[in-house]
Nanobody, 125 residues
Protein backbone atom coordinates (compact mmCIF):
# COMPACT_ATOMS: atom_id res chain seq x y z
CA UNK A 1 0.00 0.00 0.00
CA UNK A 2 1.31 3.42 -0.94
CA UNK A 3 0.04 6.84 0.06
CA UNK A 4 0.90 9.94 -1.93
CA UNK A 5 0.10 13.28 -0.32
CA UNK A 6 0.04 16.55 -2.22
CA UNK A 7 -1.40 20.04 -2.17
CA UNK A 8 0.78 21.82 0.35
CA UNK A 9 2.22 25.25 -0.24
CA UNK A 10 2.66 28.78 1.01
CA UNK A 11 -0.49 30.75 1.76
CA UNK A 12 -1.44 33.87 3.67
CA UNK A 13 -3.41 33.66 6.88
CA UNK A 14 -7.14 33.47 6.26
CA UNK A 15 -6.80 31.65 2.98
CA UNK A 16 -7.52 28.02 2.08
CA UNK A 17 -5.75 24.92 0.82
CA UNK A 18 -6.88 21.44 -0.05
CA UNK A 19 -4.60 18.49 0.56
CA UNK A 20 -5.03 15.21 -1.29
CA UNK A 21 -3.89 11.70 -0.46
CA UNK A 22 -4.05 8.97 -3.08
CA UNK A 23 -3.99 5.38 -1.84
CA UNK A 24 -2.81 2.65 -4.16
CA UNK A 25 -2.18 -1.04 -3.79
CA UNK A 26 -5.27 -2.20 -1.94
CA UNK A 27 -9.00 -1.65 -1.84
CA UNK A 28 -9.57 1.89 -0.70
CA UNK A 29 -12.70 1.07 1.25
CA UNK A 30 -10.77 -1.26 3.58
CA UNK A 31 -9.00 1.64 5.26
CA UNK A 32 -9.89 4.42 7.60
CA UNK A 33 -7.87 7.53 6.90
CA UNK A 34 -6.48 10.42 8.88
CA UNK A 35 -4.32 13.48 8.63
CA UNK A 36 -1.62 14.27 11.16
CA UNK A 37 0.75 17.19 11.23
CA UNK A 38 4.12 18.02 12.72
CA UNK A 39 5.21 21.59 13.30
CA UNK A 40 8.89 22.48 13.70
CA UNK A 41 10.14 21.42 17.10
CA UNK A 42 6.86 19.75 18.04
CA UNK A 43 5.52 16.24 18.12
CA UNK A 44 3.26 14.93 15.41
CA UNK A 45 -0.40 15.44 16.26
CA UNK A 46 -3.77 14.25 15.03
CA UNK A 47 -5.69 16.66 12.82
CA UNK A 48 -8.71 14.79 11.44
CA UNK A 49 -9.89 11.27 10.69
CA UNK A 50 -12.60 9.54 8.68
CA UNK A 51 -13.89 5.99 8.94
CA UNK A 52 -13.91 3.45 6.12
CA UNK A 53 -17.38 4.28 4.88
CA UNK A 54 -16.91 8.01 5.17
CA UNK A 55 -19.92 8.22 7.41
CA UNK A 56 -18.09 9.42 10.50
CA UNK A 57 -15.48 12.11 10.77
CA UNK A 58 -13.40 13.37 13.65
CA UNK A 59 -11.35 16.51 14.11
CA UNK A 60 -9.08 17.93 16.74
CA UNK A 61 -10.32 20.92 18.69
CA UNK A 62 -7.66 23.13 17.11
CA UNK A 63 -9.09 22.67 13.60
CA UNK A 64 -12.73 21.93 14.27
CA UNK A 65 -14.94 24.22 12.21
CA UNK A 66 -12.07 25.17 9.87
CA UNK A 67 -10.80 21.87 8.43
CA UNK A 68 -12.89 19.16 6.81
CA UNK A 69 -11.78 15.64 5.98
CA UNK A 70 -13.46 13.67 3.20
CA UNK A 71 -12.86 10.73 0.88
CA UNK A 72 -13.77 9.77 -2.65
CA UNK A 73 -13.83 6.01 -3.20
CA UNK A 74 -14.09 6.39 -6.98
CA UNK A 75 -10.74 8.17 -6.96
CA UNK A 76 -9.09 6.25 -4.10
CA UNK A 77 -8.36 9.63 -2.61
CA UNK A 78 -8.77 11.34 0.72
CA UNK A 79 -8.87 15.08 1.18
CA UNK A 80 -8.30 17.69 3.85
CA UNK A 81 -10.00 20.99 3.11
CA UNK A 82 -8.36 23.69 5.20
CA UNK A 83 -10.06 27.05 5.56
CA UNK A 84 -9.28 30.14 7.61
CA UNK A 85 -5.66 29.08 7.88
CA UNK A 86 -3.54 30.50 10.70
CA UNK A 87 0.22 30.77 11.11
CA UNK A 88 0.02 28.10 13.81
CA UNK A 89 -1.25 25.64 11.18
CA UNK A 90 2.21 25.69 9.61
CA UNK A 91 3.48 22.12 9.60
CA UNK A 92 4.25 19.08 7.52
CA UNK A 93 0.97 17.27 6.98
CA UNK A 94 0.90 13.48 6.73
CA UNK A 95 -1.90 11.25 5.57
CA UNK A 96 -2.26 7.82 7.10
CA UNK A 97 -4.40 4.75 6.55
CA UNK A 98 -5.20 1.64 8.53
CA UNK A 99 -7.60 -1.32 8.36
CA UNK A 100 -8.21 -1.63 12.10
CA UNK A 101 -9.01 1.94 13.02
CA UNK A 102 -12.11 2.47 15.11
CA UNK A 103 -13.55 5.47 16.86
CA UNK A 104 -11.61 4.84 20.06
CA UNK A 105 -8.19 4.85 18.38
CA UNK A 106 -8.72 7.06 15.34
CA UNK A 107 -6.55 9.80 16.82
CA UNK A 108 -3.70 7.44 17.69
CA UNK A 109 -0.72 7.25 15.37
CA UNK A 110 -0.23 3.61 16.37
CA UNK A 111 -3.56 2.69 14.74
CA UNK A 112 -2.23 3.43 11.24
CA UNK A 113 -0.16 1.00 9.22
CA UNK A 114 0.57 3.17 6.22
CA UNK A 115 1.84 6.72 5.91
CA UNK A 116 2.36 9.20 3.12
CA UNK A 117 5.55 11.18 2.70
CA UNK A 118 4.20 14.47 4.03
CA UNK A 119 3.41 17.77 2.39
CA UNK A 120 4.52 21.12 3.79
CA UNK A 121 1.95 23.80 4.56
CA UNK A 122 3.28 27.25 5.42
CA UNK A 123 0.91 29.98 6.54
CA UNK A 124 2.27 33.50 6.60
CA UNK A 125 0.84 36.25 8.80
Amino acid sequence: VQLQASGGGLVQAGNSLRLSCVISGRTFSQYAMAWFRQAPGKEREFVAGINRSGGRIYASDSVKGRFTISRDSAKNTGYLEMNSLRPEDTAVYYCAAGPLVISSNIASQNAYYYWGQGTLVTVSS
